[in-house]
């Protein structure tokens, strides 16, 4: 790759460098053919500019490469400025001087009457120089901005490609951090089971089977059919219910049709996870769970409400905004869904009740505002 970039860069200068020559090949014959309709003496006005020739080359490629690319691409413009105006005066008297020295006396010796350092000769001089300078100058300011805006979108695009791959790694992570997370209830779940020679261990060891090949082939996807992720939770409810028995009650509704969307994978779990670890779980009797599920105008609708224990049932003050689940779901929310999602929580008295909206479809690209009727299906509907 690095010797194909040379070989490019190669071909690039050499191309250049020939159309440089080209340029100056074509300003020599230009002044030789207008100047000498002059006259109509062509050879000699064509000896004329190339005698001329050199202090016009040192001066265009001095203005190019040092004061344009050192100093005025650089924005140091007040040193660009004058050495600028001291290399016109240095270059206009030198090219005064050759012609006064050498051209003059073999072609124009009428000419010397006036003396070498005569002022007028020398700004028409400086001016004749700077005029084929300007244009140079002009093509190597717009190839100079051309390469700088070739290296921004360059830049931009390398940042672009960190950004995705630094929220990819993210969200991995974040991943990684939830999987383990529900394995180690679930086993806990089995276990207990086990311990107690349960009919019911070889359904959960199937059930929770598939969650893990949920986890391992879809987990790893950016979106997936919001019906898997429905099915993977009525998995996971089975199995805590089957924990639980009698004591827990628990109400899935899914309002509208949403065999169409697509979300983010484990999204729901942390909701329904925490609904067990804040509230189910220290409740002896009588604990409920509704998850309901609708789509109302673009807006996905996920409301999970659990019931809690008695005062006199808890064994500390839980807090549904400091559970690991929440928590990290909000990370996950804000890389894949920025400024496109709503998350309330409500810490009641005698239940938790959190509500996400989440805007996807042909809501997806605009910010959250949901109609009246998203909001009321949103809470107690």
């Known amino acids: 790759m690095d010797r194909k970039m040379s070989f490019f860069d190669l071909r690039q200068d050499r191309y250049r460098i020939w159309l440089h020559v080209i340029f100056w090949m074509a300003y020599v014959f230009y002044e030789g053919i207008v100047w000498g309709r002059v006259d109509g003496d062509y050879s000699r006005r064509l000896v004329c500019s190339l005698i001329d020739l050199p202090v016009k080359l040192v001066a265009a490629y001095y203005t190019l490469y040092v004061l344009i690319d050192r100093f005025f691409i650089q924005r140091r413009y007040a040193g660009f400025l004058f050495l600028l105006l001291l290399s016109m005066t240095v270059f206009g008297i030198i090219s005064r001087v050759v012609g006064y020295y050498v051209i003059y006396p073999m072609y124009y010796p009428e000419a010397l009457g006036v003396g070498v350092f005569f002022t007028p000769k020398i700004l028409i001089t400086i001016f004749s120089i700077y005029s084929v300078v300007g244009i140079l100058a002009s093509f190597h300011l717009v190839r100079q901005w051309y390469r700088h805006e070739q290296a921004t979108r360059a830049l931009e695009d390398v940042k672009q490609q ?17 999987n383990p997370h529900f394995l180690f209830n679930t086993l806990n779940n089995l276990y207990v089971l ?10 959960i060891v199937y059930k929770l089977s ?12 950016a979106e997936v ?12 409810i089975a199995l805590e219910q089957i924990r639980y028995d009698a004591r827990l009650e628990v109400a899935f509704n899914v309002y509208d049709d949403v065999g169409h969307l697509q979300v983010a994978p484990l999204v729901l779990l942390p909701f329904v996870e925490n609904g067990f670890k804040h509230g189910v779980s220290h409740q002896l009797a009588g604990a409920w769970i509704r998850i309901d599920i609708g789509f109302r105008e673009g807006v996905l609708i996920i409301k999970v409400e659990n019931s809690k224990p008695p005062e006199s049932e808890r064994p500390y003050r839980s807090n549904l905004h400091s559970g690991f689940g929440l928590d990290n779901l909000k990370k996950r929310l804000d890389l ?8 309330d929580v409500l810490d009641e008295e005698d239940s938790y009740l959190v509500v996400l909206r989440l805007a996807i479809e042909e809501n997806a690209h605009t910010e959250m505002n949901p109609s009246p009727e998203a909001y009321e299906m949103s809470y107690r509907g």
Do not use: D
């Open 336 to 343: 894949m869904y920025p400024g496109r999602y709503h998350l």
């Open 225 to 236: 059919p919001l019906e898997r992720e429905i099915h993977y939770i009525r998995n996971y």
């Open 210 to 221: 598939n969650l893990m090949s949920y986890m391992l082939y879809e987990g790893n996807h």
């Open 194 to 203: 086990a311990l107690q020679q349960s009919e019911k261990t070889p359904e």
């Open 162 to 178: 960190l950004q995705k791959e630094m929220l990819e790694a993210e969200l991995k992570l974040l991943k990684s951090q939830i």
